[in-house]
Each structure stands twice: as structure tokens, then as C-alpha cells.
């Protein structure tokens, strides 16, 4: 573990190295949403259609659970940044809970989808769409799995000991994967589920 970056103005929160982590993710993930919007605009109809078989519930239950998640992770991370240990253990809890079932409601979601009929490897408009559904909401939920190992090692941290500037370091990097992971869905969330 590196110690904080600084500048003039003041501290990088987390380490260099998720920052680059983050930018080059989000890189790629512009990418995806890039050649979706062209897919999209290319075969609009079709891609409409698709999307309308998506679960709007299914969708918003999602969103609520990372966006809960996320509160869970700040108001943790800003206590450990203060020294005070109170319910951070359980903040972190929370917020893997909130993870578990994010994970929990793709999985029905997908089977549901899968009962239906739908799955990737599909062709045409409706079959592209779908392909998309499935390669980047199996790409974030890798990133949710990820996040709650993350959060796991977090939770592990004594609370009450007094904190190390490394373990500060890594609770700020941790929280800031999380946050990573929660853009993320909310931009899939509008991509798929509100532009219909």
C-alpha cells in the first residue's frame, strides 16, 4: 500500500493507482455505451421493442439498492476518516448486503429473461439488443462481485482500532471502486431502462 498522493491544494483521496484503475474503466465502458448508442440509432425500432421487454422494477429496485449502498460507503468512509469508529462495521455490512441483493435480483431478472426466450448470441435488432443487455450487465456484475470482496476485506478491519494512514488509504479506495461500480449501473440503468 502506497502512501497518499498530495498536491498543493491538498490529498488524492484513495491511492494513484485506483484512479487510473477507474479513468481506464470508465474508458472502456464509454466504448461500450458508444457502440451501443450507434447500434441503437442504427436499428431503433428494434432496439425499442427489445428494450421494452425489460423489467422497469426490476431496473429501479437495482438502482435504489446501489444508490443505498453508496450512503452506506460514504458515511463509512467519512467516519473512518474522522476517527470515529461508530457503525462502521455495520455501514459496511449494509452496504454488502445492499451488493448481495443487487446480484440476487440480476439473477432473476436474467432467468426470467432466459424462461422467456431471451438470451445473448442473438441476431437482428432485437437479438443485438439483448447481446448488449447481457455482455454489459455481466460485465458490472463482475464489478459488483468484485466490490463486495472489497467490501468483505473492509468489514474485516477492526473498528475498533485506531486506524493506520494505510488502512485510511485503502477504506477511501475501496469506497471509491464502490462509488465506480454505482455510475456505472446508473448509466446502464438509463441506457437500457429509460430509453425506450
Not at 49 to 71: D, H, Y
Amino acid at each position: 500500500m502506497t502512501a497518499p498522493a498530495t498536491t498543493d491544494t491538498g490529498r488524492i483521496p484513495g491511492e494513484v493507482g485506483i484512479w487510473v484503475f477507474v479513468l481506464g474503466d470508465m474508458s472502456v465502458f464509454a466504448l461500450f455505451f458508444s457502440t451501443f448508442a450507434y447500434s441503437q440509432a442504427r436499428d431503433g425500432s428494434d432496439f425499442t421493442r427489445a428494450q421494452k421487454q425489460l423489467e422497469l422494477p426490476f431496473g429501479l429496485l437495482n438502482t435504489v439498492l446501489l444508490l443505498t449502498s453508496s450512503l452506506f460507503v460514504a458515511i463509512a468512509v467519512h467516519r473512518v476518516l474522522q476517527g470515529d469508529p461508530r457503525r462502521v462495521r455495520q455501514l459496511f455490512v449494509g452496504a454488502l448486503a445492499c451488493g448481495l441483493c443487487f446480484l440476487g435480483v440480476k439473477a432473476l431478472e436474467w432467468g426470467q429473461l432466459f424462461a422467456d426466450g431471451r438470451s445473448a448470441g442473438g441476431t437482428g435488432g432485437e437479438g443485438e439488443m439483448f447481446n448488449y443487455y447481457f455482455m454489459f450487465t455481466g460485465i458490472h456484475a463482475l464489478h459488483v462481485v468484485i466490490g463486495c470482496i472489497v467490501l468483505s476485506r473492509l468489514i474485516a478491519l477492526d473498528p475498533a482500532q485506531p486506524r493506520t494512514d494505510n488502512q485510511k488509504v485503502l477504506v477511501e479506495s475501496g469506497g471509491i471502486f464502490w462509488h465506480m461500480v454505482d455510475l456505472l449501473w446508473v448509466v446502464l440503468f438509463a441506457l437500457f431502462y429509460l430509453t425506450r
